[in-house]
């Protein structure tokens, strides 16, 4: 067996070599054929797993307690315009998939608990259902923007129920 000159590495430092390049990523198998070496690197003990599935959890609005309805207006003094804020920090979604139809759109009738947007947060797709029964006359937030806790995202001309 020839011994290896300074100026040709020796194919164990390009094994380790290589062995350490594959480590360092997430690759399981790796081969490779060159000028008659031939290399087949395999992972024992790791799963390919596909890409995480989107989990989507259903958000109801809370309703005030009777501590904090004491300090609401009468009904006499409520606001012509109901109001669907956001519960929580996230990106809102109009629809469940980027080619699929809105939830609601303008003119549309909802029903209190009926799901009207999407809000994303830590990867995870929260359906936000309505807590008031109206006709939606604005959508106030555009498709794929940032909305902070109590954003409003619909304005609705309430309806008898």
């Not at 100026?7 to 198998?29: A, Y």
């Not at 009777?66 to 109901?82: F, H, I, M």
């Not at 956001?86 to 029903?111: C, L, N, Q, W």
């Amino acid at each position: 067996m020839d011994t290896p000159t300074p100026t040709t590495p020796c194919p164990f430092d390009r094994l380790r070599e290589l062995l350490e390049w594959v480590l360092s990523t997430d690759i399981v198998e790796f081969s490779l054929e060159r000028e008659g070496e031939k290399v087949s690197l395999k992972r024992s003990g790791f799963e390919v797993l596909p890409p995480p599935e989107r989990r989507i959890e259903r958000i109801r609005p809370e309703t005030p307690s009777s501590d904090t309805q004491a300090g609401q207006p009468s009904a006499q003094e409520t606001p012509k315009a109901l109001t669907i804020t956001s519960p929580m920090v996230g990106t809102f979604y109009r629809s469940p998939a980027p080619e699929a139809k809105p939830y609601v759109e303008v003119g549309d009738v909802i029903h209190k608990g009926q799901v009207v947007c999407i809000i994303e947060a830590m990867k995870i797709m929260n359906e936000i259902e309505s807590d008031v029964t109206g006709r939606v006359f604005k959508v106030l937030v555009d498709d794929s923007k940032p909305v902070g806790f109590g954003t409003p995202l619909f304005e609705l001309e309430p309806i008898p129920v």
